[in-house]
């Protein structure tokens, strides 16, 4: 290959970027409202009477609407592309947050932040194939790494704005703000997103896109638990970290508030840094097997945070956070190259399914752990789950994208 070849294929358009800075948008809005019911427990348990295990359960319910249908948006953005699937997705978690704000029944709000849960894994597919398609191989790791950033952006802004809404304007106050959010992106996306070129088919083609790579090898099976099981550190710090720093650490509800928006903003930047790690590397693989070791290693610094001097504990929940949100990207881009362009949707759809079973678990399982042992003890349990995704990882990356 010449060196003019090699620029030709590193070289990123502007469209593209601006292609990514709108799917980022887009997850970004639709991960407010997924996030919303998280940042709502401290409010609920303190003065609404739910317990830990009822909270956790209310918040887990957007998580579980992402697991019914994420593999549905998946192949219809294979089949149909990505901008209509995202744009028409954005618009029902828009309407599915204005039900929310309706209602002061329990069940009725859960099953309004169900349906919006639904509504919003459009963008965690979709906006996937937005990165694939638009960007070189050597540049996804950082593109993806980018792309990654949405989740912990809008966990970032659901933290600093959820708690005090909430406690200063209502629960329906909180929640609309997904409303404003949601409907102007599914507007944006409708307007200005341009599906990704695909490319020609050509006859040596035809295998390696066609095969379902679920039943060639196990390489897919296996990223899609390792991906789950680092779910549990990730989403037992989103959705108890705050609790935690109020009802442990003595924290009010704006500075711990704060905290966590930092450390998701920290977070996100991470996932850029470790997406350009893999692109030197040359590999997704080799750094995602770190992040499974460090992940574990924090989750057990967390649950001797309790001892720890004054001021530490936050800066372990700010590494904490960190690294347990930095996989995400890797093995997105790895799925991704695995699967080829014909089943990207429906393996970045299983991919975020899987994640998300783990995810809706998360919220009553480690809710009741914590109101059984305690939070030392119960950090220290979900630790364990990274580490049985260490030997999991695979001994080397497919990519039959290109």
């Known amino acids: 290959m010449t060196q003019a070849s090699r620029l030709d294929k590193t070289a990123v358009s502007p469209k593209a970027w601006t292609m990514l800075g709108i799917g980022v948008a887009a997850q970004a809005a639709g991960t407010v409202f997924v996030s919303t019911p998280a940042f709502l427990i401290p409010l609920l348990h303190s003065e609404h009477g739910l317990s830990l295990t009822q909270a ?5 319910a957007p998580t579980f609407g992402m697991v019914l249908t994420l593999v549905a948006w998946g192949a219809m953005a294979d089949r149909f592309g990505e901008k209509w699937v995202i744009s028409i997705g954005l618009g029902l978690t828009a309407i599915a947050a204005l039900a929310a704000t309706t209602t002061d029944n329990y069940t009725l709000l859960g099953i309004a932040f169900l349906l919006g849960g639904m509504a919003a894994a459009s963008t965690n597919a979709a906006s996937g194939r937005v990165v694939v398609g638009w960007f070189p191989k050597d540049r996804r790791g950082l593109a993806m790494g980018i792309r990654q950033m949405s989740q912990p952006l809008g966990v970032t802004i659901a933290s600093l704005t959820i708690p005090t809404l909430a406690a200063n304007v209502g629960i329906g106050s909180a929640v609309g703000l997904s ?13 200005a997103l ?11 083609d035809i295998p390696a896109e066609t095969v379902n790579p679920y039943r060639s090898n196990w390489f897919l099976w296996r990223i899609h638990v390792v991906s789950a099981l680092l779910v549990f550190p990730q989403f037992t710090l989103s959705t108890f970290g705050l609790v935690w720093l109020i009802s442990e650490q003595g924290w009010d509800a704006a500075p711990a508030g704060l905290l966590i928006g930092i450390s998701q903003f920290v977070g996100a930047l991470g996932r850029i840094v470790v997406g350009i790690w893999s692109d030197h590397a040359g590999s997704r693989v080799g750094p995602l097997r770190l992040v499974a070791v460090s992940a574990s290693a924090v989750m057990l610094a967390m649950a001797a945070a309790d001892a720890a001097p004054w001021g530490v504990p936050a800066l372990i929940l700010l590494l904490a956070t960190t690294v347990s949100v930095a996989d995400n990207g890797l093995a997105f881009t790895s799925v991704a190259e695995a699967a080829g362009p014909k089943w990207q949707g429906k393996a970045l759809g299983a991919q975020n399914t899987g994640q998300f079973i783990a995810a809706s678990a998360v919220g009553p399982v480690v809710g009741a752990l914590i109101g059984a042992v305690g939070y030392p003890l119960a950090f220290a349990i ?15 990356d497919r990519d039959i994208s290109v």
């Open 56 to 60: 956790g359960t209310l918040a887990a």
């Open 179 to 191: 409303v404003a959010l949601n409907g102007v992106l599914a507007l944006i996306c409708a307007v």
């Open 194 to 204: 341009i599906n990704p070129p695909r490319p020609a088919a050509r006859p040596t």
């Open 382 to 396: 979900v630790a364990t789950f990274p580490a049985a995704a260490i030997p999991l990882v695979p001994s080397r």
